[in-house]
């Protein structure tokens, strides 16, 4: 059955107006997302020394309408490659590279952080079969992160989009999605949020886009700082600071695992909590 249309002004009976909903009724006035002086969109970066906390990264769904158990959509796909790369020989469509940080509230870069993208293809179609546009990376020692890819492509009901999961060690995951200024199909997509707009150039044929997330935690501990809570050892064959190869086989609080994917382990990645990187064996 086709779900009733919402109500475009996110009101109704018993219904509040949320954040959301007043963006978007925003844009749709002609507003536009925060600015910095140049007219791009203002990144965590540009404010980090402004003194106060970062405001976290938003959800691409906050439970405004009925989507709100959809805020992954219809297309996630665990156990994605690890690369930076999403561009396979001959994919049609335009280069697009999109760079950043993640950052905690308190403005510390978060390293080995966990980025899993997935994306539409030139045509707006996604690859359930296997894994083209989809893959997952982690951030480096500054909390950099690159991806290189194409523009998605546009499909019925959609503006320009790309999904992406980003978890820190030990943290919740962080599922949301990136947009593209200036799409005339963001004043009426219902998911679409201004906050999640990426700064896009053109670049000699090529599209260069920018975007930092602001993860909803505090940041990694100092130096001869504990961790909070203090992290035990596991119960177990999995170990911490190890290099596994796919394939290895190793136990976790009495549940065997098999690794999908080269790494070295850390705290905070043990295999329950990362399914990009280990399958129950």
Known sequence: MTPPAPDPSGAGPDRRISRKTLLRAAIAAGAAAPLL????????????SAGTSLTPTPLCDDGDGPTHEQMEGPYFKPNSPLRTDLVTPGSPGTPLTVSGYVFGRNCVPLSAVLLDFWQADASGAYDMAGYAFRGH????????????????????????HIHVKVQAPGQPVLTTQLYFPGEPRNGTDALFDPALLMNVRDAGGRRQGAFDFVLDVAGVPGPGEPTDPPTGPPGGTWAPGRAYAAGDRVTYDGTAYRCLQAHTSMSGWEPPRVPALW???
């Open 37 to 48: 002086t140049t007219g791009t969109v203002a990144l965590a970066r540009d404010s980090r």
């Open 137 to 160: 990376q982690f951030t480096d020692a500054t909390g950099a992160f690159v991806l290189r890819t194409i523009v998605p492509g546009l499909y019925p009901g959609r503006t320009r």
């Open 279 to 281: 399958g129950r064996a």
